[in-house]
């Protein structure tokens, strides 16, 4: 997760209801750490440091589309940016990733609260960053 001057950057399909943090795919023999910065580089093109790991969620969820049963497993990080690049794009950008449309927004910790912003426990936990993992399971 990116947090720079206490906004978080979020994400959107275009057209889609729901906002999210950026990530990705591990890909296999391949460490959760440098995974993120590959995909992190990859959507935005920009580098990044791992700060530290803030909590382990494990997501029970029915996909709507698809109407499948789903046991999903994230890793969230704290992240650095590597430069201040990115920012320059402003507050709300559009990046094109193999013809998907995604939007990219900086949202206060205030603003998050307001908007469909998956995992939900991102909403209270933003708040206080842990010191120490901790693992939040959602069903």
Known sequence: MLVQDGKLLIMQDKGQPHYYVPGGRIKMNEKSEDALQREIKEKLGIEVNVNRMLWVNENFF?????????????????????????????????????????????????????????PQFLKEKMIELPQHIKHIVET
Do not use: A, P
């Open 62 to 118: 029915k996909e709507d589309t698809v109407q499948e049963q789903f046991h999903e497993v994230c890793f969230f990080y704290l992240l650095e940016l590597k430069d201040e690049e990115v920012l320059k794009r402003g507050s709300e950008f559009e990046v094109n990733e193999n013809e998907k449309i995604h939007m990219y927004y900086w949202k206060s910790l205030d603003e998050i609260n307001h908007i469909n912003l998956y």
